[in-house]
């Protein structure tokens, strides 16, 4: 049973920084591409960055984190982790982690092609 648990979530100042942690049982992350998305109340959930299967472990992200966001995967901990720095007022968000496990050649940004989903961590950026 695959399960996804996202953590590191809180209260930050614009200009500051985040580490969301994603720790992955039941499956291993280098063998799936992992997503983290954001959603706030009444929007669309939205890609933020993913990280593909090795060997190509190929990088993406939303252009509105690009420079701001690195994502990166702990083989030892089996962890998706999402660094997010300088961070602004519109990265106030709930941010999931999720797992597509269907080894696709053409990585997928759709949220409906993830099969598994952690519980979210709240983000909030404010003075």
């Known amino acids: 049973h695959v399960q996804l648990v996202e953590s590191g979530g809180g209260l930050v100042q614009p200009g500051g920084s985040l580490r969301l942690s994603c720790v992955v049982s039941g499956a291993t992350v280098e063998y799936y591409t992992i997503g983290w998305f954001r959603q706030a109340p009444g929007k669309e959930r939205e890609v933020v960055s993913r990280?593909?299967?090795?060997?190509?472990?190929?990088?993406w992200y939303a252009d509105s984190v690009k420079v701001r966001f690195t994502i990166s995967r702990d083989h030892i901990k089996n962890t998706v982790i999402v660094q997010m720095n300088s961070v602004k007022p519109e990265d106030t968000d709930v941010y999931y982690c999720?797992?597509?496990?269907?080894?696709?050649?053409?990585?997928?940004?759709?949220?409906?092609?993830?099969?598994?989903w952690g519980q979210g961590t709240q983000v909030t950026v404010c003075t």
């Open positions: 990280i593909s299967m090795t060997p190509d472990s190929a990088i």
């Open positions: 999720a797992a597509d496990m269907n080894h696709r050649i053409q990585v997928t940004s759709e949220p409906r092609d993830y099969d598994y």
